[in-house]
């Protein structure tokens, strides 16, 4: 009885040991290649938001935009300029978002146990970059902070990431208000890319009750030509009036939806 | 514009003079774009300025604005959104008050360029002085659009007086 074999088909001979190592090896590096793969992708997916930002960041600060009419009006912009603010902390409060944007956001009272009880303005000997500050021919100072996160977050009480996100948000704009609070006739604008997230707005009011500085937060901030803006409030505008002309489908009579029913079989 | 020089409708080329005709595509822009400058050309406003509680602000309304350049300046509490006024049926009186603003000289020029706007056109552009003169002009509103914008939340929405304890 003879013992089937594998054959090559190029040499139609036996397959020798080099052939299985040979095979061995490159499944190895087709695996090797699809989880550096994978790992590309995650990393790309991950850094997307991130990436987002900064494209934004780039956009607003562009020689032509906002350098521009800052000029216009007599005042100077310094992008990216160090910020040595007093060490303050405060005791931290958190919110949910559970039904998203529309359903604005709520205090959380019962936050993550890994969420930190007070916010640092900054570590021991840090400093804060923001993304801009206004000098204008008066004098006065505009801190300016560019955000292009989505609007569209969805979290529940108790949320490990909302926590560490709300957490690392509010800890910056407390050194720029801990900064405006410092000095005299400084305030501060959020500018955002969309709509600024109700979290977000929440945790800036908070701050506000604590000093008595002023803060602005623009929608839409310079974001004529940022396509990305555009590309993912455009998907929000679509199925927000598709929701709205239509109603969830399973809100619809079947027979309206979908004709006669037909998932009732009868004898 | 959405910008610190905000007018709605406007793009963001007008601060340079007549925009290229791709930002104004259809005939709805070009007749805001005649409407905006021939109003700060005359010192008059273009547009409208509305403040809303954040929790009275519809959703859709928020989507709309950014959709359709309409700016926003917020605060914590409050959203003051600007709309552009209504387009007058026949624009001839406004085009007439900002033609009197200009230097004679440019006079004829202006009046073609806004009659050319209203009529769907985009003109050639302008000679330079003309050009400087009608982006200086929508700066000047845009600025103070935005300073009227933002004066309008933050008197709805105050900063507390009363500091409240760290």
Redesign the interface.
């Known amino acids: 009885m003879s013992t089937p074999t594998l054959t090559a088909p190029a040499s139609g001979g036996r397959l020798g040991p080099w052939f299985v190592l040979a095979l061995v090896a490159l499944m190895a590096a087709l695996t090797a290649a699809g989880t550096r793969s994978r790992v590309r992708e995650r990393e790309r997916t991950r850094e997307a938001p991130k990436e987002r930002g900064l494209h934004y960041e780039d956009h607003v600060l562009a020689a032509t935009?906002?350098p521009r009419?800052?000029a216009?009006?007599g005042g100077t912009l310094r992008s990216y300029p160090l910020l040595y603010v007093p060490q303050?902390t405060?005791?931290a409060r958190y919110y949910k978002s559970p039904t998203g944007?529309?359903g604005?956001a709520r205090r959380d009272r019962k936050p993550h146990p890994s969420a930190p009880k007070r916010w640092s303005a900054i570590d021991v000997g840090g400093y804060r970059i923001p993304d801009a500050i206004e000098t204008r021919a008066d004098g006065s100072q505009v801190l300016y902070e560019l955000k292009c996160p989505s609007p569209w977050l969805v979290f529940d009480k108790g949320n490990p990431w909302a926590g560490h996100m709300q957490a690392a948000f509010a800890s910056q704009a407390l050194a720029y208000f801990a900064w405006a609070e410092a000095g005299p006739r400084r305030s501060i604008v959020y500018g955002y890319c969309?709509?600024?997230a109700p979290w977000a707005?929440?945790i800036?009011?908070y701050l506000?009750?604590?000093?008595?500085?002023?803060?602005?937060?623009?929608?839409?901030?310079?974001?004529?030509?940022f396509l990305p803006a555009n590309g993912f409030?455009g998907r929000?505008?679509q199925e927000?009036?598709t929701s709205?002309a239509l109603g969830a489908i399973g809100d619809l009579a079947p027979e309206q939806a979908l004709g006669a029913t037909y998932d009732v079989l009868k004898d | 514009?959405?910008?610190?020089?905000a007018l709605p409708v406007v793009?963001?080329s007008a601060?340079e003079g007549v925009p290229p005709a791709h930002d104004l595509p259809t005939l709805a822009a070009r007749r805001r774009y005649a409407q905006a400058l021939a109003a700060a050309l005359a010192s008059e406003r273009s547009y409208e300025i509305t403040v809303r509680r954040?929790?009275d602000m519809p959703?859709?309304l928020?989507?709309r604005?950014?959709?359709e350049?309409w700016?926003?300046?917020?605060?914590?509490?409050v959203?003051a959104l600007m709309q552009p006024a209504p387009l007058p049926e026949d624009p001839a009186d406004l085009f007439a008050r900002a033609v009197a603003a200009v230097p004679g000289e440019w006079a004829g020029v202006v009046q073609g360029v806004l009659d050319g706007l209203w009529a769907g056109d985009v003109p050639e552009v302008p000679s330079a002085d003309v050009q400087a003169l009608l982006g200086e002009a929508l700066?000047r509103a845009g600025?103070q659009a935005s300073r009227e914008a933002?004066e309008a939340?933050?008197a709805a929405d105050p900063?507390?007086?009363r500091?409240?304890a760290?």
Do not use: C, W
């Open positions: 935009n906002l009419t800052v216009l009006e303050t405060l005791p944007y529309a604005g969309g709509l600024a707005v929440a800036l009011g506000r009750s604590r000093f008595q500085v002023q803060v602005e937060i623009r929608p839409g901030f310079r974001a004529t030509g409030m929000v505008v927000t009036l709205a | 514009m959405h910008s610190l020089a793009p963001f601060l954040r929790k959703l859709l928020e989507l604005a950014l959709q350049d700016p926003m300046v917020g605060t914590p509490g959203v700066t600025l933002s939340a933050h900063v507390p007086r500091r409240l760290r």
